[in-house]
């Protein structure tokens, strides 16, 4: 099948500067990819690149099999984007917003055919409200919507939820999984692990213009599905504690004990493994005072992958 976006050595440089360095990359239709990295990584720069905001870039950039540079008019309508920032003129209603992004592609829709594009984002009560009066839940539907107007095959979502409370955030998300339901390929970009993993099919991590790896959700997940558990005792444990608690990969540092496991595929949380370590401590009358757990941080999933990548590359210089 053709790939809705195929990315061939992309490299966009700013000065000595390689924003996207060398991405080679393909977006299968009826996907959600994640593009996940930290802040600079070059996420922005390689939408851009796509979308046709940026030029100037070398390697090879296709959307539905056409150049974008070569088809620029025809690439650029066949993207919709939804940018970090608001992106219309405070003086307008909700639908002329809507009729000028419209008016920008060539297309004509009807009165009722934005009203049920406004409908499916729960904002046609507002449809002529002053786009100022908007609450930001709305603000964020509304940038969605303009991003539909000419029926892109695909969407990019520039950190959707960046800067908003929980329950936006899960607003949000549920309107990006109705829009992947409509058959939409989406691609999103995030700085969280949680985002990827509650939207994605297929996630990319991209460091520094590099994208060092793309992998299924669930595979990614079950490999950096790290967690760990600390546990403060009101004693250093004795042998007979760190004895029994045998095989576990358990890390003392005076009156702290370390548990790092692997969530199982499927399970919430560790279970067994958390379970044996506070009952060892119990039976062997330890007082626990406190414990505390957690997973693997994003932060701690890129220096991992980032010293995987740094290792290859010695080796393969070697
Ligand atoms: N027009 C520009 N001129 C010079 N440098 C730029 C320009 N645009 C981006 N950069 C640089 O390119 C790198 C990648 O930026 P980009 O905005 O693509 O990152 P990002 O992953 O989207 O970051 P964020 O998550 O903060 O939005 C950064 O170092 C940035 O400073």
């Not at 970090?84 to 009729?99: C, H, I, T």
């Not at 990019?156 to 309107?175: H, I, K, M, S």
């Not at 995030?190 to 060092?212: F, P, Q």
């Not at 029994?244 to 919430?268: I, K, M, P, W």
Request: with cysteine; charged share 30%.
């Amino acid at each position: 099948m053709e790939a809705v976006v195929e990315l061939k050595g992309l490299t966009k440089r700013y000065g000595e500067l390689r924003a996207v360095d060398d991405v080679s990359l393909r977006i299968e239709p009826g996907e959600i990819f994640a593009l996940l990295g930290p802040n600079g990584a070059g996420k922005t720069t390689m939408i851009g690149c796509i979308t046709g905001l940026i030029t100037g870039f070398e390697g090879q950039v296709k959307v539905a099999g056409l150049d974008v540079v070569d088809h620029y008019r025809v690439t650029r309508r066949m993207v919709g984007l939804v940018p970090q920032e608001l992106n219309w003129d405070a003086f307008f209603s909700v639908r002329q917003v809507l009729e000028f992004q419209a008016g920008y592609f060539g297309v004509k829709p009807t009165r009722a055919e934005i009203d049920e594009l406004l409908d499916q984002f729960s904002l046609l009560e507002k449809a002529d409200a002053n786009t100022r009066w908007l609450s930001g839940g709305m603000k964020r539907r509304l940038m969605i919507c303009k991003a539909l107007m000419h029926d892109p095959v695909v969407l990019f979502l520039d950190e959707p939820t960046a800067g908003v409370d929980v329950e936006l955030r899960d607003e949000l998300w549920g309107y990006v999984e109705a829009l992947r339901a409509r058959g939409t390929t989406i691609v999103l970009t995030t700085h969280y692990l949680e985002e990827a993993e509650k939207l994605a099919d297929r996630v990319g991590i991209i460091n520094r213009g590099r994208l060092l790896r793309v992998d299924d959700r669930e595979a990614l997940m079950e490999e950096f599905g790290r967690r760990h558990v600390e546990v403060k005792l009101r004693e250093a444990p004795t042998a007979g504690v760190i004895e029994a608690l045998g095989q576990h990969a358990v890390e003392v540092e005076g009156r702290t004990l370390r548990l790092n496991y692997t969530r199982n595929a499927g399970e919430e949380e560790g279970g067994e493994e958390v379970d044996y370590l506070l009952k060892t401590l119990v039976g062997a009358g330890a007082t626990i005072l406190s414990v505390e757990g957690g997973r693997s941080s994003l932060e701690s999933i890129f220096r991992e992958v980032l010293h995987e990548d740094a290792d290859a590359s010695s080796k393969g210089a070697s």
